[in-house]
Every structure is written in structure tokens, then in C-alpha cells.
């Protein structure tokens, strides 16, 4: 019932930049904590980011800290996540999920995913 739709990936440079979308419905991104995990081939998924209900506060793993913003617009019950200076080892699919803090045993629900290649 509950569903999050990813947008915005694509094919960047290394040092470009994309902001990621997750359109949430079932459930308004004021109730839960939302995500964003990624996930390369042949590697675990990984937390990426999360934002509390009201979006006052945010958590990002050191590999991304400073470089990618996470934000939510509860009125729209749209997540984003912008992404700066991009590098090769960014490229995953990225998820928008619903549940708890960087943990994949939280999630309550997943999004399909965007792809996100960083190549020159």
C-alpha cells in the first residue's frame, strides 16, 4: 500500500551534480522517518541518509557528508536528495525508503530505485 517512486538519476561526470526525488504515497513523509540507501553491484545496500518527521535534523554517512544534502517537503510528501561533487564510487541505485535510521532491518517499505553513474 505503501509506495515511494525515485527520479533523477542518470549519467553525470565525476564533479557533476543531480538531486534525486521520492514521491511518497500510502503513507505521508510527516508520519516516518525516510532513507535514501544505495546500493553498487556485488555490494551490500548501504545507508545513505535519513531525515527526521519534521525534518529537523538529518544523518549522513561519511562518505557523502558535505557533499549531499537530504531534505523533505511534508506539505508535497516529496523527499529529495541533492548530490554535489560526485565521484565514481557514488555510482548505485539509489533508494527511498520508509523506517528507522540507516538500518535495512527498519525499512518498512523501499522504492524501485534510480540508477546513478558517475563516469567521464
Known amino acids: 500500500q505503501v509506495q515511494l517512486v525515485e527520479s533523477g538519476g542518470g549519467l553525470v561526470q565525476p564533479g557533476g551534480s543531480l538531486r534525486l526525488s521520492c514521491a511518497v504515497s500510502?503513507?505521508?513523509?510527516?508520519?516516518?522517518?525516510m532513507n535514501w540507501f544505495r546500493q553498487a553491484p556485488g555490494k551490500e545496500r548501504e545507508g545513505v541518509s535519513c531525515i527526521s518527521v519534521r525534518g529537523d535534523s538529518a544523518w549522513y554517512a561519511d562518505s557523502v557528508k558535505g557533499r549531499f544534502t537530504i531534505s523533505k517537503d511534508n506539505a508535497k510528501d516529496m523527499v529529495y536528495l541533492q548530490m554535489t561533487s560526485l565521484k565514481p564510487e557514488d555510482t548505485a541505485i539509489y533508494y527511498c525508503?520508509?523506517?528507522?535510521?540507516?538500518?535495512?532491518?527498519?525499512?518498512?517499505?523501499w522504492g524501485q530505485g534510480t540508477q546513478v553513474t558517475v563516469s567521464s
Open positions: 525508503a520508509v523506517g528507522g535510521c540507516a538500518v535495512v532491518q527498519s525499512v518498512r517499505a
Open positions: 500510502g503513507v505521508t513523509s510527516n508520519y516516518y522517518t
